[in-house]
């Protein structure tokens, strides 16, 4: 059974730093892209970022560019999201997502549509105060 977990969030005053952890289980990363997901209260569910497994390439939403970053410890099958310089607008819960994907698939291709993710985390709620 795939389970994705994730862990990390808290409150965060702006300009704070947190990093968030998605460890996953019943699957090995090797074949899959894992994606982290926010959704702010009455908002819809937007794509922050993706890896990988295939190639180790990454994707970053313009929102978040140049403030988080997506890197995976395949080891203990766990991807991270640390996230720089918050803001208020980055309030929400945040999700993890897992999908398999063909060989060679890079994360600019797979890119952080919802909808082409499978599996889901239950989220962590991250809060950045002004």
């Known amino acids: 059974e795939v389970q994705l977990v994730e862990s990390g969030g808290g409150l965060v005053q702006a300009g704070g730093s947190l990093r968030l952890s998605c460890a996953a289980s019943?699957?090995?990363?090797?074949?899959?892209?894992i994606g982290w997901f926010r959704q702010a209260p009455g908002k819809e569910r937007e794509g922050v970022s993706c890896?990988?497994?295939?190639?180790?390439?990454?994707y970053y939403a313009d929102s978040v560019k140049g403030r988080f970053t997506i890197s995976s410890d395949n080891a203990k099958n766990t991807v991270y999201l640390q996230m720089n310089s918050l803001k208020p607008e980055d309030t929400a819960v945040y999700y993890c997502?897992?999908?398999?994907?063909?060989?060679?698939?890079?994360?600019?291709?797979?890119?952080?549509?919802?909808?082409?993710?499978?599996?889901w985390g239950q989220g962590t709620q991250v809060t950045v105060s002004s």
């Open positions: 997502a897992a999908v398999l994907i063909p060989p060679r698939t890079t994360a600019q291709a797979m890119g952080v549509i919802p909808l082409k993710y499978d599996y």
């Open positions: 019943g699957f090995t990363f090797d074949d899959y892209a």
């Open positions: 890896i990988s497994s295939s190639d180790g390439s990454t």
